[in-house]
DNA sequence: CGTCTCTCTTGAACACGTTCAACAACGGGT
DNA sequence: ACCCGTTGTTGAACGTGTTCAAGAGAGACG
């Protein structure tokens, strides 16, 4: 577990430099007018909207980071809600409204966490997916290396959980501030489906990632509430389920079974749009 | 969808009286050591554990009820998080200690929230359960009729469902403490199946109750996740998986699909359980 | 050097959920 | 009457996340 997280630690750079919108809107009753903090989490890179790399303003990222690190480490050390924004401030030497300053929240501070487990995932599925050609055991391999990066955290991971399962939270995987590390994951389970050899319906083949991210969610969710000892009822759950899938995903091919595929697949469309 | 509201309104008195055990632990981490709070959410009914109907302990009873009605009714007039324990306090003429006699804590006065639309759950869907034969269209009514309940508070249920993610909250759909909620709500999908002129595999019968429930919940969190106008995806979602549902239920019986089904049903088990 | 404008930093102050020691009200038991 | 235990009630006080007006620091320009 060690190795994976210090895997993670020092990719510390993120993906892309998407903007996001100022009008955070989010349907709430609240008045929200604050005025997007000048380091925020998703907003951060290029300052003055100038795409300029070069390190002018990057003093205040090492204290970002300094804030970032310690707070991860005191919520590994104590527990999320253990960990005051107090403690953090005081921990890392400086003082709580800078951290603000940083950080729209506290829950924000967990994006971060969030960033690297993603990336952790990536790094402990690699193996699997170079080795292994078969759909199933891809997708198991993939599942596994999860879990196994994530496993560490459960007893915290459940709490801050409970901050993700809101839907206007920005830490809802569902988000617009979290896309990046969702597409970063479908991506992952793109590579299951593209480097298998399993005969897949091309129609199918398209939707196939997201719906494997939205079943890997779902093992996340199982996880989350799983209280068995090392959580091996998710491990059951993940061998018992893969070959399910991988069982229908081979029978998408069969002509008779066509039309309840276009069906089911005409389904999930006209629900994930909004017309 | 006032007429449902207010079918719910007056149905204020609870359904069981049902002694729920006094060691409510739920296996948590921190360490919760509290008394129990006398006039607990799910203790209430006979006090001194003796069977005694005489409205001995009846006096604070009055108080609970107005504290739980002043609340329910700012949570719909203002939201949960924009009410204060304070405000809830200050309108029902009482000390803010006084409601943490009655109520462990806000969230706790959910679970008011919670039984009562369950118990609406249970009503509106009388007149389907008695009209409707046709497995489908008794499933398709039970589920319509459960999110018409919710309508009106789609809002802040998004907002209080973040306390019902947590795991070791008492809010939690799975946690032991909304257990009688939770049977309640199986038992309406017991109707559904038992009253239908559906055959089912006798083994499949058995657990589908329970599977539908678990499936409600997963439509519950859709529509919790549901921006849409009026919540039209999460019909749209009801509408398109009923019959999808049907069709497997429909084909359990087959003898060639036995073998599969029979692999389903024991790998739920085997996750169930915790060996 | 002075001044102006950014970025960054501070810590007191606010509102909130929750706790707790104290007290009031009631209902027997003697 | 008196006491006593239980039930019910109070409001100040604590610790928390978060905000904000104020200022420090660093460069740019004259």
């Not at 401030?89 to 709580?96: L, T």
């Not at 398209?206 to 969710?221: A, H, I, Q, S, T």
């Amino acid at each position: 577990m060690a190795g994976v997280t210090t895997a993670a630690a020092d990719s510390a750079d993120e993906p892309g430099t998407d903007v996001a919108p100022a009008t955070a809107d989010v349907a709430s009753a609240a008045a929200d007018e604050r005025p997007a903090t000048r380091g925020g989490t998703g907003s951060r890179g290029g300052p003055t909207e100038g795409g300029d790399e070069r390190p002018r303003r990057a003093r205040g990222e090492q204290t970002r980071q300094l804030i970032l690190e310690t707070a991860l480490r005191l919520f590994r050390e104590r527990g999320y809600t253990e960990t005051t924004m107090r403690a953090i401030a005081k921990e890392a030497g400086v003082a709580v409204g800078n951290a603000y300053y940083y950080f729209d929240s506290k829950e924000h501070l967990i994006q971060g966490f969030y960033d690297r487990n993603q990336a952790a995932h990536r790094v402990a599925a690699e193996p699997v997916l170079t080795r292994e050609k078969d759909f199933a055991a891809r997708l198991r391999g993939v599942l596994h290396a999860g879990i196994d990066v994530n496993e560490p955290y459960h007893s915290f991971a459940a709490t801050f959980f409970k901050s993700a399962a809101e839907p206007s939270s920005p830490l809802s995987p569902f988000s617009r501030e979290s896309s990046p590390a969702r597409e970063a994951a479908i991506a992952i389970f793109r590579d299951v489906v593209e480097g298998s050899s399993a005969k897949i319906d091309p129609e199918l083949r398209k939707e196939l990632p997201e719906l494997l991210w939205l079943g890997w969610m779902g093992v996340v969710l199982f996880w989350v509430y799983d209280r068995s000892p090392g959580q091996r009822r998710t491990r059951r759950l993940i061998d018992g389920i893969v070959p399910l899938i991988d069982r229908l995903v081979g029978l998408s091919r069969l002509r008779v079974l066509r039309p309840a595929l276009r069906q089911i697949l005409a389904l999930i469309d006209s629900i994930q749009r909004d017309d």
